[in-house]
């Protein structure tokens, strides 16, 4: 009987022992978890802060200036424009790469 005792006693404290381990770990695990939430939510946040930086950036308006001011670009007229004429030769192919 007495072995039966110690038997059940051995599985009552490793029963025990297996619980205090799992609830710990059950523990850690909602931690990380909510510390992975609010750094995903934190990751959303930037991203749509960036996205919104993005669109800010690429505004019409804003890539002109910046065209014009650090790429020193100009808009087009015909005081600047140059036309490029094609070689005669060029221009009347011969009859037979004609299709």
């Known amino acids: 009987m007495t072995r039966l005792n110690l038997a059940l006693l051995?599985?009552?404290?490793?029963?025990?022992?297996?619980l205090v381990k799992v609830s710990y770990d059950s523990r850690r695990l909602f931690t990380e978890l909510d510390r992975m939430q609010a750094q995903a939510l934190q990751l959303d946040t930037d991203f749509a802060r960036l996205q919104l930086e993005a669109r800010a950036q690429a505004t019409p308006l804003r890539v002109e200036r910046v065209a014009r001011e650090r790429l020193a670009m100009r808009s087009t007229s015909p005081a600047v424009t140059e036309y490029v004429n094609a070689?005669?030769?060029?221009?009347?192919?011969?009859e037979e790469d004609r299709p």
């Open 87 to 94: 070689p005669a030769a060029a221009a009347s192919a011969p």
């Open 10 to 18: 051995a599985a009552l404290i490793a029963s025990s022992l297996y």
